[in-house]
């Protein structure tokens, strides 16, 4: 998979490809935030080659603008939800697998970004706080914050238990909270 952006009029695009199970090459475009355009190629006409498919991808959308999106500007967000023991319970479990699948669809059918991975276990500071936490790394914070947010609550994800923080993907400090579900709990610790 291959994915470039370009700015154009204070809005974000996207173009990304990949080949599909059944030999297809699916090219995807549009406006970051929204879902978007497909259109299938047959790989066949490539060779069946990696190389002459990223060649065409790039030579045709290079020359519309698009480029790598530079990791400068991207932002790591988390969600988090609460759990009640260190190895968490089969809920904990189920919701990791599922809200991880279908964050990962949502921001990469919108153009935002991707599911990076999780953990689970002891929050930083206080070890008898429990926390299963799914990173997300994403091209604009606030419209990811939203699709998370719209996601969670669309599949009922326990929606109402999440905390979101986020922070500059290349600065290694603290997250800074920008969501909680519960309005008097506005702390946030990894």
């Known amino acids: 998979m291959k994915k470039l952006y370009k700015f154009d009029k204070d809005e974000l695009w996207y173009a990304e490809y990949w080949i599909s199970d059944l030999k297809k090459v699916i090219i995807h475009t549009g406006k970051v935030g929204t879902k978007g355009t497909t259109e299938e190629l047959d790989f066949s006409n490539f060779d069946q080659n990696d190389k002459k498919l990223d060649d065409f991808f790039q030579d045709r959308f290079r020359k519309m603008g698009f480029n790598e999106f530079h990791s400068d500007n991207l932002y790591w967000l988390v969600v988090q939800y609460k759990m009640k023991s260190l190895k968490g319970n ?52 606030e419209l990811g914050i939203n699709a998370i947010k719209r996601c969670l609550k669309e599949y009922r994800l326990d929606y109402t238990q999440i905390k979101i923080a986020s922070r500059k993907y290349s600065f290694d400090g603290q997250y800074k909270l920008k969501y909680s579900a519960k309005k008097n709990d506005q702390t946030f610790n990894i």
Not at 113 to 138: A, E, R, Y
């Open 90 to 141: 089969t809920r904990d479990y189920w919701l990791r697998d599922k809200a991880t699948d279908y964050l990962n669809d949502e921001l990469g059918w919108k153009g935002l970004g991707h599911v990076d991975g999780f953990d689970m276990g002891k929050t930083i500071t206080d070890s008898k706080k429990f926390v299963l936490n799914i990173f997300c790394v994403v091209v604009n914070e």
